[in-house]
């Protein structure tokens, strides 16, 4: 025999929100490996400049700037992280509390409507589901800013690949090399802009 | 559906069967939940797990109304003994929850928080229900380590958990043991693997056999009733159990 049908469709409903915040942990990995890159990049533009010497002063400025870049974008994507660790919490209470509040309404609706203490049990669940609600909302808006805070951040590191890919024209006979580092920057920060977008898409709870 | 059956009444003191659910999904293990009435309190006996709760609410509510509800009794931590207790909470949340003492920071797994439970002593206590003080008996190690059936002297009956278990056969639907030596071959495999400690199993039976039983109701399959009661003490005191095989 198979378990009842109304009992499926809870499970599908209700796994929404934590996939949600598994896809937003996702993007937020990626983009904390990729920061990672960034700062091993960074330091070996760093050691090329230095070799290079006279001709690449100004890349090697850069390099320096996109390497204290990729620590700060690191800082940020682990107070992201934080905060969408905290939400789990959030989240799996409100999970349990619909899919009790979606077994109890079964259990009323074969008992019939008139059982005692029925209006108690849905105003009390109603109540608890707004509090947990609240507080995710209150969270995804504070996932939100702080997404668009790291935007700011990757734009400025935008910036910098940009000036570094012009400061290896001038770098002589390591323009060359310089020239492929940078293009290598200028990727990689074009990926985390993809990531962040994705994040800057994802809700919490669902408006 | 599972459908409450009225096993004894003495004016408003009734204990109901909620037995035998033919509509259960075929992988879950069938479970028998008792509830005791007096005056204006009701007792639930090992309520049973999450995926039966709506069958068992039901059926609790055609003989009683749910809100006389004040306690939970659960004879040990079994997920098929009380997974469902988030939910009852969830309909009454000032619900108390008797458990061993050993399980009381377990159950909070399953729901509840400080004020839900009510600790049981290894050596039993009495828990008061309307009118009534029924007996916590003990029955460690059979098969949980912290374990108990529950008395009713005045009704003589005893609710005795997993002891006295069968596992029967899909259409073996009788409340109550019709055929002792029939019936108990669906109960051995299981006494003689779930329970595990000889001594135990011997403190129980002493321990029983002092206690004036006119109904043993078990948490799974049929119900003992007269002698059969004195006849399963007989049968499970001469069993060996803590048996792997065999
Ligand atoms: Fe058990
Ligand atoms: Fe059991």
Not at chain 1, 96 to 101: E, G, I, L, W, Y
Not at chain 1, 142 to 166: D, H
Not at chain 2, 230 to 243: K, P
């Amino acid at each position: 025999m198979n378990a009842p049908e109304p009992r499926k469709h809870l499970a599908q409903s209700h796994s929404g929100e934590l996939a949600r915040i598994v896809r937003v942990n996702e993007e937020i990995k990626a983009i904390v490996a990729t920061a990672f890159r960034i700062n091993l990049m960074a330091l070996n533009a760093i050691f090329l400049a230095k070799r290079a010497g006279n001709a690449a002063l100004g890349f090697g400025v850069l390099s320096n700037e996109l390497r204290r870049f990729a620590q700060d974008l690191t800082r940020h994507m682990a107070a992201l992280r934080e905060m969408t660790s905290g939400s789990v919490g959030s989240v799996t209470g409100v999970v349990q509390h619909q899919r009790n509040a979606a077994i109890l309404a079964e259990a009323i609706r074969l008992s019939g409507d008139q059982v005692k203490g029925v209006r108690d049990v849905h105003r009390r669940g109603l109540a608890r589901l707004a509090q947990q609600q609240a507080r995710l909302r209150a969270l995804d808006k504070k996932l939100r800013a702080a997404v668009e805070e790291t935007q700011q951040l990757v734009e400025l590191g935008g910036v910098l690949a940009r000036s570094a890919k012009i400061e290896a024209a001038y770098g002589g006979g390591f323009s060359p090399a310089l020239m492929q580092v940078s293009t290598d920057f200028a990727e990689v920060i074009a990926q985390i802009k993809r990531s962040l977008e994705v994040l800057g898409k994802e809700r919490l709870v669902k408006d | 559906m599972k459908q409450a059956h009225c096993i004894y009444q003495n004016e408003d003191h009734r204990w109901l069967a909620i037995a035998r659910d033919p509509g259960k999904p075929g992988f879950i293990v069938d479970t028998n939940e008792y509830l005791v009435m007096s005056g204006e309190d009701a007792l639930l006996c090992d309520p049973g797990g999450i995926e039966i709760f709506p069958s068992v609410f039901s059926a609790l509510s055609s003989e009683c109304d749910p809100t006389r509800l004040s306690g939970i009794f659960a004879s040990h931590q079994d997920p098929d003994i009380i997974s469902s207790l988030a939910l009852w909470l969830e309909f009454k949340p000032d619900l108390k929850c008797y458990i061993s003492t050993l399980w009381q920071t377990f159950l909070p797994h399953f729901g509840g928080d400080e004020s839900t439970f009510v600790p049981i002593p290894d050596p039993g206590m009495t828990i008061r229900v309307g009118g009534l003080e029924l007996q916590a008996i003990p029955a460690h190690y059979l098969h949980s380590s912290g374990n108990f059936n529950l008395y009713d002297p005045k009704a003589k009956i005893l609710f005795s958990g997993d002891v006295g278990a069968a596992l029967l056969p899909a259409d073996h639907n009788d409340l109550y043991v019709q055929d002792f030596s029939r019936h108990i071959r669906h109960a051995e495999g299981f006494h003689k693997r779930w329970m595990g400690s000889d001594r135990a199993k011997r403190d129980w039976c002493e321990r029983v056999s002092r206690l004036e039983i006119d109904m043993m109701v078990p948490q799974h399959g049929a119900i003992y009733q007269g002698a059969d009661v004195q006849r399963f003490i007989h049968w499970f005191s001469a069993l060996e159990v803590g048996v792997l095989r065999g």
